[in-house]
């Protein structure tokens, strides 16, 4: 599909969509707003259908099976985890076929609005609605990762669109999802599992390829790679990154003391402890190894192991409602 096709895309109105809910979203109380968005969509006349998730991988399989059958946007309705599996399957839709219809849309339903916050998409279902059927739509850059799986020693590929995180990531994002958001709220429960995670970690040597040029990181807390400047739950980097731009980060939280990263939290969640652990613009990350800390976390949830390879691919995902 060539420039003047894509832009066509996005000027047309969206005439059938089909939504990939999950009711597991903010504890179940995400199913809270599903009423008035079937109100806004059978008012609106627009042609629509559902499906709701049960388990992991639903949401990829149901996104890559409706962009198949040519609906003009797959709409995720949930949170963090939802979004990454149904950009995983309208995307990996798009590789196979790029003439294929389907834009990719958010009707936020979850704890955390890490994406929705980067691209200013609209929290309110009124609003987000409206837009989403305008069809206005930015074609924004995703990352592309491969890794060992979880379970086996079968390699698996998937994308996502905010952080990637190796060292201390796998371990927040499962203290937090074990209770703790749900307890005390997520700014709280985060917080709560990022101390327990710091107390019980030992940092260590990592070994990357960082568009071809090797490196090593010693006493590594955590390497964050991405495309949204959000990491979760209020953490954030403080650097120049557009949804476009042709480029993701990397940032290497290394050679510290314990102490010294405790020292470092408040900056954490305002970002500018990127002054002193200076990112790095690239296309192509290899992570070969990170001793003990060999698990990968990325959208929110720990997702498999080491070796991992991350690789941009720019403006693949039509986005509505920016």
């Known amino acids: 599909m060539d420039v003047l096709d894509r832009q066509k895309q996005a000027d047309r109105p969206v005439e059938s969509l089909f939504l990939v809910l999950n009711p597991s979203s903010r504890s179940f109380s995400g199913q809270k707003k599903w009423p008035r968005i079937f109100e806004l969509l059978e008012r609106s006349g627009v042609r629509y259908e559902q499906a709701l998730t049960s388990q992991s991988g639903d949401g990829t399989r149901l996104a890559f099976e409706a962009a198949k059958r040519g609906f003009d946007a797959i709409i995720a309705v949930g949170g963090d985890g939802t979004i990454n599996e149904v950009i995983s399957g309208t995307a990996a839709a798009l590789m196979q076929n790029p003439a294929?219809?389907?834009?990719?849309?958010?009707i936020?339903?979850?704890t955390s609005p890490d994406f929705c916050a980067f691209h200013s998409l609209s929290l309110d279902p009124d609003v987000i609605v409206g837009r989403i059927l305008e069809g206005r739509t930015r074609h924004i850059d995703l990352c592309r990762i491969s890794h060992q799986a979880a379970d086996s020693e079968c390699e698996v590929t998937r994308y996502f669109s905010c952080s990637a995180n190796f060292g201390l990531g796998a371990a927040i994002a499962r203290g937090s999802n074990s209770g703790l958001r749900k307890r005390?709220?997520?700014?709280?429960?985060t917080l709560l599992s990022m101390l327990d995670a710091i107390r019980n970690y030992s940092p260590p040597q990592f070994r990357l390829r960082i568009d071809g040029c090797e490196h090593r990181f010693n006493q590594v807390h955590n390497i964050f790679v991405g495309k949204n400047p959000f990491v979760a739950s209020g953490i954030r980097l403080k650097l120049d990154i557009a949804a476009d731009d042709g480029k993701m980060y990397l940032v290497a939280l290394h050679g510290i003391s314990r102490f010294r990263l405790l020292s470092l939290l408040p900056r954490v969640y305002t970002g500018s402890f990127c002054h002193e652990f200076k990112p790095i613009f690239c296309n192509r990350v290899e992570i070969a190894e990170g001793g003990t800390a060999n698990e990968v976390e990325y959208d929110g949830d720990p997702q498999g192991r080491l070796p991992a390879r991350i690789e941009l691919v720019p403006r693949l995902l039509p986005l509505l409602g920016s």
């Open 100 to 106: 294929l219809p389907c834009r990719f849309g958010i």
């Open 108 to 110: 936020y339903t979850g």
């Open 184 to 189: 005390f709220g997520d700014f709280i429960g």
